[in-house]
């Protein structure tokens, strides 16, 4: 048995089931024992970032890390944006980097680069191997990191030689840690300040926007009529029927003022203190007023489920709720193709338990209205603003439940970013379809120029916002990809493209065209 055949007989009793892959020279003993070591699935990537954000999109799903497989340091730098994305998703993630041999390192070869650096920009662990018989012992600790709660992401740096090496067994597997208890505390002073009067509000996020817990937030709400909150960008979240109706914290601080102007105090549920995404002038960094209490029930490390059923159980909530969202069928929209009715049309198609992964930005404004009483389905965001997520976070969203159809709600700009996920989708026969939000713009970037009274309409701020001339071609490019697809110019071609495309199996992608 060779370092790299220990390395990944450890990962695979480890539960790792899945490596997202784009090797190099200095993994090809990784490659040769995926083959020696069955039970771990080789997905290839045909960028570094369709692999990264595959691995993401995995881990939401399933609280378990899959590998990744990257080459030297470069090959880590075109996955650091969705490992970005990951490390704010709390997302287990496990990197194998291949190193030059030892004895090469240093001689400064064309590849050679701090790999290290890169990798303490993303991981909360960084560890390079110091033999091959040591291996086998330093996966076993990056998968322990990788899970410790809230996830993270842990990066192995294996030099080739290392890999080739002889080696010896497997290491044990690493025992599970559970999330912190819930501070006594704490769930008092949430409790006492949810008894102060209606002006409360519960934030939640993290593992506070699925199960249990938002069972016990909705009884919470029910006992104090408390407001419910999500955080903007949670990394899941369950909606639909059957779950209560959550508002979405709005993305830009005037909004949020506007939305909790009649707020007094905000208990934190797997939350942090909301800060804005970009220091706007007149703007503060903190989202929420000064003068707005601040309650820390559970951070996203600790047992946020625990915490809020406490806090339900101490107020004497009832247990039957009559608040959570009913299913109400969402009738097909017809005619001109706007935001409003893209999102209409994926509220009518949706089929139960899909996953929708949304990356749609400016033309995802109106969804997440329109899925409030939609078929349920989990819910995955542009957790940290590094867009490219959308089409490899649904591709590994779908190898982890291959059971549940997964919609890709995709702006047209950062889908190009990582376009290549399309080849893997159809390589892979994944049940993933894409719906491109094709407004032919990075809208989102008008629309700061306008908030900020600059001219967006002027022939630089085109040149560079405008995604026209020659106009994008989705169809084509997801053709030449394996990917079938086909245009949709009106919302009834849409509806019937999107309630064919989810019936059928394997990929399909649905170019909106929007006006």
Same mark, same amino acid.
């Given at each position: 048995?060779?370092?790299?055949?220990?390395?990944?007989?450890?990962?695979?009793?480890?539960?790792?089931?899945?490596?997202?892959?784009?090797?190099?020279?200095?993994?090809?003993?990784?490659?040769?024992?995926?083959?020696?070591?069955?039970?771990?699935?080789?997905?290839?990537?045909?960028?570094?970032?369709?692999?990264?954000?595959?691995?993401?999109?995995?881990? %939401?799903?399933?609280?378990?890390?899959?590998?990744?497989?990257?080459?030297?340091?470069?090959?880590?730098?075109?996955?650091?944006?969705?490992?970005?994305?990951? %490390?704010?998703?709390?997302?287990?993630?496990?990197?194998?980097?291949?190193?030059?041999?030892?004895?090469?390192?240093?001689?400064?070869?064309?590849?050679?680069?701090?790999?290290?650096?890169?990798?303490?920009?993303?991981?909360? !662990?960084?560890?390079?191997?110091?033999?091959?018989?040591?291996?086998?012992?330093?996966?076993?600790?990056?998968?322990?990191?990788?899970?410790?709660?809230?996830?993270?992401?842990?990066?192995?740096?294996?030099?080739?030689?290392?890999?080739?090496?002889?080696?010896?067994?497997?290491?044990?597997?690493?025992?599970?840690?559970?999330?912190?208890?819930?501070?006594?505390?704490?769930?008092?002073?949430?409790?006492?300040?949810?008894?102060?009067?209606?002006?409360?509000?519960?934030?939640?996020?993290?593992?506070?926007?699925?199960?249990?817990?938002?069972?016990?937030?909705?009884?919470?709400?029910?006992?104090?009529?408390?407001?419910?909150?999500?955080?903007?960008?949670?990394?899941?979240?369950?909606?639909?029927?059957?779950?209560?109706?959550?508002?979405?914290?709005?993305?830009?601080?005037?909004?949020?003022?506007?939305?909790?102007?009649?707020?007094?105090?905000?208990?934190?549920?797997?939350?942090?203190?909301?800060?804005?995404?970009?220091?706007?002038?007149?703007?503060?960094?903190?989202?929420?007023?000064?003068?707005?209490?601040?309650?820390?029930?559970?951070?996203?490390?600790?047992?946020?489920?625990?915490?809020?059923?406490?806090?339900?159980?101490?107020?004497?909530?009832?247990?039957?709720?009559?608040?959570?969202?009913?299913?109400?069928?969402?009738?097909?929209?017809?005619?001109?193709?706007?935001?409003?009715?893209?999102?209409?049309?994926?509220?009518?198609?949706?089929?139960?338990?899909?996953?929708?992964?949304?990356?749609?930005?400016?033309?995802?404004?109106?969804?997440?209205?329109?899925?409030?009483?939609?078929?349920?389905?989990?819910?995955?965001?542009?957790?940290?603003?590094?867009?490219?997520?959308?089409?490899?976070?649904?591709?590994?969203?779908?190898?982890?439940?291959?059971?549940?159809?997964?919609?890709?709600?995709?702006?047209?700009?950062?889908?190009?970013?990582?376009?290549?996920?399309? !080849?893997?989708?159809?390589?892979?026969?994944?049940?993933?379809?894409?719906?491109?939000?094709?407004?032919?713009?990075?809208?989102?970037?008008?629309?700061?120029?306008?908030?900020?009274?600059?001219?967006?309409?002027?022939?630089?701020?085109?040149?560079?916002?405008?995604?026209?001339?020659?106009?994008?071609? !989705?169809?084509?490019?997801?053709?030449?990809?394996?990917?079938?697809?086909?245009?949709?110019?009106?919302?009834?071609?849409?509806?019937?493209?999107?309630?064919?495309?989810?019936?059928?199996?394997?990929?399909?992608?649905?170019?909106?065209?929007?006006?």
């Amino acid at each position: 048995m060779n370092g790299a055949e220990s390395l990944l007989e450890t990962a695979r009793a480890a539960g790792i089931d899945v490596c997202f892959a784009n090797p190099g020279t200095t993994e090809l003993p990784l490659v040769t024992a995926l083959d020696a070591v069955p039970g771990i699935r080789p997905v290839l990537g045909l960028f570094e970032g369709v692999c990264t954000g595959a691995a993401d999109g995995y881990g %939401r799903m399933t609280g378990r890390p899959a590998l990744t497989l990257l080459h030297l340091g470069p090959g880590l730098a075109n996955g650091l944006a969705n490992l970005h994305n990951a %490390r704010r998703a709390h997302t287990p993630v496990v990197n194998l980097v291949g190193d030059h041999t030892t004895w090469h390192r240093g001689a400064d070869s064309p590849l050679e680069s701090d790999i290290g650096a890169l990798a303490r920009s993303v991981s909360g !662990w960084v560890r390079t191997s110091r033999d091959a018989t040591s291996l086998a012992s330093d996966l076993c600790d990056a998968v322990a990191a990788a899970s410790r709660p809230p996830g993270q992401v842990a990066t192995l740096v294996v030099p080739a030689d290392h890999q080739s090496q002889v080696a010896h067994g497997t290491a044990p597997t690493p025992k599970s840690v559970a999330p912190a208890s819930p501070d006594a505390d704490r769930i008092d002073a949430a409790v006492q300040a949810l008894r102060r009067g209606p002006r409360s509000a519960l934030l939640l996020g993290g593992p506070g926007c699925r199960g249990e817990a938002l069972e016990s937030a909705a009884r919470i709400a029910e006992a104090t009529k408390c407001r419910l909150f999500v955080e903007t960008f949670p990394a899941r979240a369950e909606r639909g029927a059957g779950t209560p109706r959550l508002e979405r914290l709005p993305y830009f601080p005037e909004q949020v003022a506007e939305a909790c102007k009649d707020v007094a105090r905000v208990i934190l549920a797997g939350a942090p203190d909301p800060v804005a995404m970009f220091g706007w002038a007149g703007a503060a960094s903190a989202l929420l007023r000064s003068d707005v209490e601040r309650v820390a029930l559970a951070g996203v490390n600790e047992d946020v489920s625990s915490a809020l059923a406490a806090v339900a159980d101490a107020l004497d909530a009832a247990r039957k709720l009559s608040t959570l969202a009913r299913f109400e069928p969402v009738p097909p929209p017809s005619g001109r193709l706007n935001a409003e009715a893209l999102a209409a049309a994926v509220a009518h198609v949706l089929p139960h338990h899909a996953i929708v992964v949304d990356e749609g930005a400016t033309s995802s404004l109106p969804l997440y209205g329109a899925l409030a009483s939609a078929a349920p389905h989990a819910w995955l965001t542009l957790t940290g603003g590094a867009i490219g997520q959308g089409l490899p976070c649904a591709t590994g969203a779908a190898i982890a439940c291959p059971d549940r159809k997964v919609l890709a709600f995709q702006a047209d700009g950062s889908g190009l970013y990582t376009l290549q996920a399309l !080849w893997t989708q159809a390589r892979e026969s994944l049940d993933v379809t894409t719906v491109v939000c094709a407004n032919r713009a990075y809208r989102i970037l008008q629309v700061e120029m306008l908030r900020a009274g600059s001219d967006a309409g002027g022939r630089a701020a085109r040149a560079l916002t405008e995604l026209a001339d020659p106009e994008l071609d !989705w169809v084509r490019l997801a053709s030449g990809m394996g990917v079938p697809a086909v245009r949709a110019e009106d919302a009834d071609s849409l509806v019937h493209a999107l309630g064919r495309a989810l019936i059928e199996p394997g990929p399909h992608l649905v170019e909106a065209i929007l006006t």
